[in-house]
């Protein structure tokens, strides 16, 4: 048990998490190793969600909402993390939830499936018996999407994603969310939208905002989304990381 009193408590109870999502087999090795590089940025900005990160979850929930197939994708590390609150946006803004992984084993896609039918949700896609398509033809694992999800969806919410899937999912012309909190990954400054926040943090209070944006008209959404420049907003999250801890 770790104390409350702990300065490092919330910062622990992650990795006990991440520590036993991979005893459980649904974390990649490497998995680990994300998030101690998460871990140490998160440290970085002080644990807290700066504006710019607000700004652009904002953004994000405009985006999801305007779009016709928003699909979130999942791994092991968000899975492990925050199961239960990716169910509850992906319910709040009627997006698809679908299994992503960049260490893709049928294993691992098994245990994934049965933590979120666990966690009550039963419409999980990128399953063993989904049809999977490659987009624009790539015959690698890293392109690899369910027919009905990712390879026909126009706006995918990919928090702590690869930089490699990032790219092909971007090159395919798609409209690119990441949660991310190195500023600096190949992720970050290719989504159309980045996050530089921590997942537990970000996805509860995307759902919190959609609960406003989905009152807004339609052009108060457009307008969010268009006045967004996600460069410059990367620039000012980046900030943060030389100065949050000390604010
Ligand atoms: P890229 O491939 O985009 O250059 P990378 O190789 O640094 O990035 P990956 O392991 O491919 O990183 O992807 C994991 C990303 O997720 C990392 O950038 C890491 O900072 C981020 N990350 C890890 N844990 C969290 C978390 N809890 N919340 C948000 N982001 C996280
Ligand atoms: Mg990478």
Redesign the pocket.
């Known amino acids: 048990m770790i104390p409350k009193s702990h300065p490092r408590y919330e910062s622990l109870l992650l990795r006990d998490k991440i520590v036993k999502a991979s005893q459980k087999g649904y974390l990649a090795d490497s998995g680990m190793i994300?998030?101690g590089?998460?871990e140490a940025?998160d440290y970085l900005i002080g644990e807290k969600t700066t504006y710019p990160a607000k700004r652009a979850m904002y953004v994000a929930v405009a985006a999801l909402i305007l779009s016709n197939n928003p699909v979130i994708s999942v791994n092991g590390?968000a899975s492990a993390?925050a199961c239960d609150e990716i169910i509850e946006l992906a319910k709040s803004i009627n997006a698809k939830i679908e299994i992503n992984l960049f260490y893709r084993t049928d294993e691992r896609v098994r245990l994934l499936t049965k933590l979120y039918k666990d966690h009550g949700y039963d419409d999980i896609l990128g399953t063993l018996d989904d049809d999977i398509e490659y987009i624009d033809g790539i015959k690698n694992n890293r392109a690899s999407a369910s027919k009905t999800g990712i390879y026909s969806s126009d706006t995918i919410l990919v928090?702590?994603?690869?930089?490699?899937r990032?790219e092909i999912l971007k090159k395919s012309g798609k409209n690119i969310i990441t949660?991310?909190?190195?500023p600096l990954?190949?992720?970050s400054k290719m989504s159309d939208v980045s996050i530089m926040d921590?997942?537990?943090r970000a996805i509860p209070y995307m759902t919190k905002i959609a609960e406003d944006l989905k009152t807004q008209d339609k052009q108060v959404l457009i307008n969010i989304v268009n006045e967004f420049d996600n460069e410059e907003n990367l620039k000012e999250s980046s900030h943060y990381c030389k100065y949050g801890r000390y604010n």
């Open positions: 994300a998030h590089r998460g940025f590390n993390l928090p702590l994603e690869d930089g490699d990032a949660i991310d909190l190195n990954s190949r992720t921590n997942i537990v």
